[in-house]
């Protein structure tokens, strides 16, 4: 079963314009994180944050985590076409188990 | 440091088939994941190892499947007797576990399909 759920699902925007993605997860967490995958590749890690930090920041990347909410944020500024890819929020599955547990993910489209 | 290698790339399969799949992590790393991927879907938890000992696999996972990391260095990941449901990318990642923020480093994944 899955922890995180991202939304949107499909996310469009034009160059220039920021993204926002949305994750929320279900059973407390150590530690939230956010990867991305382009077409047919494997998955990279974006930005890590733990569950004592509200907010992080990476470059153009801006990661929230509210607790409370079980939810988080990515937020990509000044988005490139470049970025075009799916974005997923992974934390651990909980219960004693370490494994990471993958959301259904963003497909975000940056159109030039 | 050449990353996580996965190979093949792509596998085509006929029904009822074996199919085995490699994953080199990197060097140091000392726990390696399997996923499973489907179209439009986040990656679906398998296995892990830490070493060379496999500390969880997820129930949803038939007894069809099997995966091993002897010497705890590269894993393999067998299916046996495929179905068409099988089809999907298998990822692996490893990770250097005992750091306060671990992290996964994926492969490029193999591709199956099962005709």
């Known amino acids: 079963s899955q922890q995180g759920e991202e939304d949107p699902q499909a996310l469009s925007i034009q160059e220039g314009e920021n993204a926002t993605m949305n994750c929320s997860y279900k059973t407390s967490i150590n530690n939230l994180q956010w990867y991305r995958q382009n077409s047919g590749r494997g998955l990279v890690h974006l930005i890590l944050?733990?569950?004592?930090?509200r907010e992080k920041h990476s470059g153009r990347l801006r990661v929230t985590l509210d607790t409370s909410k079980k939810s988080s944020s990515l937020l990509i500024t000044a988005s490139r076409a470049a970025d075009t890819a799916s974005y997923f929020c992974a934390t651990d599955a909980g219960g004693g188990s370490e494994k990471l547990v993958f959301g259904k993910g963003t497909k975000l489209t940056v159109n030039p | 440091d050449t990353g996580v290698s996965q190979n093949p790339r792509h596998k085509i399969t006929k029904r009822g088939q074996n199919v085995t799949f490699r994953c080199d992590p990197i060097s140091e790393h000392n726990r390696l994941y399997w996923y499973r991927q489907t179209l439009g879907q986040g990656p679906e938890f398998l296995t892990y190892f830490q070493n060379e000992a496999q500390l969880e696999k997820s129930r949803l996972l038939s007894d069809r499947f099997s995966a091993e990391r002897p010497k705890g260095s590269f894993s393999t990941l067998e299916i046996q007797r495929t179905e068409q449901g099988d089809s999907a990318m298998y990822l692996c990642?490893?990770?250097?576990?005992?750091?306060?923020?671990?992290?996964?480093?994926f492969g490029s994944g193999t591709q199956l399909s099962v005709l």
């Open positions: 944050i733990r569950s004592n930090e």
């Open positions: 990642a490893s990770s250097l576990w005992g750091l306060p923020n671990e992290k996964l480093f």
